[in-house]
């Protein structure tokens, strides 16, 4: 039995590559022309622009951005109670839905910033987070600035959550804003 030998084989291969190169030699003779550069767009980060934009649009009349932006001198702080009209089935703005709490914590991420609020419904905490530039968001209104005895030291009240922190119910405020909003 014979071997074959590896270099008759690297030989035919390479006549092969070379008729190739033979049969396809007038393709490439053919100048390639480049195609025009795109134009770029104007703005070097277009991911914040258009978070301005967006922002822009969801708060014209900068009230939510005063509310809740570091910046503000009278931002709300942690600790405040809230009232938050939201609608129920965005696109038709019918039914509104209405939540109080006490605010934990704010989170700043530009036009994704959120507030997430605390209250005691029958017995049973319930947190809900709203985004702040959200079009299904009507209103937010502060009922009281600090709801707590002293003021907080912190940026995140999640020691509201443990049972020895027995918070002032928040149903009072409301009825009594919403009496003073019917007259």
Known sequence: MEFANPL??????N?????FQKRFLHT???PFVFPKPLKGPKIK???SEYEKRYQNNMD??????QMFHRSQKDRVRPGAVLLVESYSKYP??????RFAGYLLRVRHRGPKSSFLLRN???GVGVEVLFPVYSPQIKSITVLKENGIAKRPRRAYLSYLRQPRFRLAPVEPLVRKFMEGKKK
């Open 92 to 97: 038709i703005k019918e039914s509104i839905n």
């Open 28 to 30: 490439l003779r053919r």
């Open 45 to 47: 980060d277009v991911v």
């Open 8 to 13: 008759r084989r690297t030989l035919s291969m």
């Open 60 to 65: 014209v009349d900068g009230k939510r951005f």
């Open 120 to 122: 005691n419904v029958m």
């Open 15 to 19: 006549i092969g590559i070379f008729s």
